[in-house]
């Protein structure tokens, strides 16, 4: 039975491998071919994906084990459309509540020139983000490594919520921090709307992420 495991296991983490690199071979092309505004981002987080994040690593055993903080990525093609579809505008500002490695908060500043903040608690993960803000120096760009649930939170916007993983109590503190925020911010929630009086979707639409098709809810905070 443990043989069978392991084979299964290797089996589910080989095609999942191939769909990365299926995901990451589009979102070259798209970059290359209809956005090349995102090439340099694009070159810096790929070379950093293969040769560094090894070196980056960090011993986070009790955030590892949390399926909150579950990790997966947004390719540009993806990141740029969901913020489009916003109403993403120069000027505005966008917040990214665990922004991971950056993707979306690097997506905001270059294709929008919004001003792009983006808060992440794993300490590898920000490093990782912070490394590409030295070598690019993007002045709208604000990276955080916080707990958004015990920090204050900016106004924005434009807010995006990775929740696909969250525990219920997580998201019902959240949930209630968001609700003290300016009336008509959007809040993008990944996989499951943001349950509250005061918070309306808008739309539903489906995107693709480094894991496959995602759902991602279009809400505004009415009241």
């Known amino acids: 039975m443990q043989i069978l495991n392991r084979i299964y296991s290797l089996f589910i983490g080989s095609r999942i491998m191939l769909y990365t690199a299926c995901i990451q071979t589009i979102d070259c092309i798209y970059v290359l071919l209809i956005k090349p505004k995102f090439v340099i981002y694009k070159t810096l987080s790929l070379i950093i994906a293969i040769f560094t994040i090894p070196l980056l690593w960090s011993k986070e055993k009790d955030i590892e084990t949390n399926p909150a903080f579950t990790y997966g990525s947004t390719p540009v093609f993806s990141a740029y459309n969901i913020l489009k579809q916003a109403g993403a505008k120069s000027g505005m500002t966008f917040l990214d509540l ?3 490695r950056g993707n979306l908060v690097f997506v905001a500043a270059l294709g929008f020139e919004m001003n792009s903040i983006g808060i992440e608690i794993q300490n590898r993960h920000y ?3 912070k490394f590409i803000y030295n070598l690019m120096k993007n002045s709208k760009v604000t990276l955080l490594k916080e707990n958004f649930l015990t920090s204050k939170l900016p106004n924005a ?5 990775s929740n696909t993983c969250f525990p219920s109590f997580t998201e019902i503190l959240l949930t209630k921090k968001l609700e003290n925020l300016k009336i008509d911010t959007i809040l993008l929630s990944m996989s499951a709307p943001l349950l509250s ?3 309306k979707t808008q739309a539903v639409r489906t995107y693709l992420f480094s894991w496959g ?3 991602v809810y279009f809400q505004r905070i009415v009241s």
């Open 98 to 100: 665990g922004s991971g």
């Open 213 to 215: 098709k995602g759902t």
């Open 127 to 129: 490093r990782i983000s």
């Open 157 to 161: 916007d434009i807010i995006f919520i």
């Open 197 to 199: 009086e005061k918070i």
